[in-house]
């Protein structure tokens, strides 16, 4: 089964609007929880990463918020410029061991 | 420069062939990884490599095979078994054990005609 859920599948927003894609997980195991950002074509790039011992994180527009209890995280883009106009999927791993497993990402498109 | 790279870009092969794709990095290393990526269906692990001359199967390894004889080297083959071999295939890699930040290549599209 899926061990991360994400959605939605696709968004548009308006350029400077704030965009917001949501994941949930079901193994409380997971310690670690990155989002990646992917432009056609090309490989994922590690956006921002978030541990379940902080509820946000903030790194210019980008904001993970963290919600242990519900099991679930978020990742907020505020200003969208269209240039963030790509696919966003969320992750999680356990323990020091590697194994990323992957939402099943979010088209996003920023209009001008 | 530092980096994965992956080659080629694209690929083509006829059904019931054998195809090696290759994934190279030059970042030092210990982890490399192979994914498959399908629409809609986000990123699923194929094999993965702690150290060299050591790899596991991920949750999709049925029809790959991988071989780990270098260091900077994780290529993977992909053979006549796997049912449904078209796809994007991503190649990535991280410092080891503890390292939680992996690093993607480009890609390679196989197409299997």
């Known amino acids: 089964q899926q061990q991360v859920k994400q959605s939605p599948q696709s968004l548009i927003v308006q350029k400077g609007g704030i965009s917001i894609i949501n994941c949930a997980y079901e193994?409380?195991?997971?310690?670690?929880f990155p989002w990646y950002q992917q432009f056609p074509g090309k490989g994922p790039a590690l956006l921002i990463a978030i541990r379940p011992d902080v509820s946000e994180k903030k790194e210019g527009r980008f904001t993970i918020s963290f919600n242990k209890s519900a099991k679930q995280f978020s990742l907020h883009i505020m200003d969208s410029q269209p240039g963030d106009s790509a696919t966003y999927f969320c992750?999680?791993?356990?323990?020091?061991?590697?194994?990323?497993?992957f939402g099943s990402g979010t088209k996003l498109n920023v209009k001008p | 420069d530092g980096g994965i790279t992956q080659s080629p870009k694209y690929l083509f092969r006829k059904e019931g062939q054998n195809v090696t794709l290759s994934c190279e990095q030059n970042l030092n290393h210990d982890a490399m990884y192979w994914y498959r990526q399908d629409p809609g269906q986000g990123l699923r692990l194929i094999y993965y490599?702690?150290?060299?001359?050591?790899?596991q199967k991920g949750d999709i390894a049925e029809g790959y095979s991988v071989s780990r004889e270098k260091k900077e080297s994780f290529p993977l083959t992909v053979t006549s078994a796997q049912k449904n071999p078209t796809a994007f295939y991503l190649c990535?890699?991280?410092?080891?054990?503890?390292?939680?930040?992996?690093?993607f290549g480009p890609g390679t599209r196989l197409t299997v005609l």
């Open positions: 990535a890699s991280s410092l080891g054990s503890g390292s939680k930040t992996q690093y």
């Open positions: 490599s702690q150290i060299v001359n050591d790899f």
């Open positions: 193994n409380t195991a997971f310690d670690y």
């Open positions: 992750a999680a791993s356990k323990d020091n061991f590697n194994k990323f497993y």
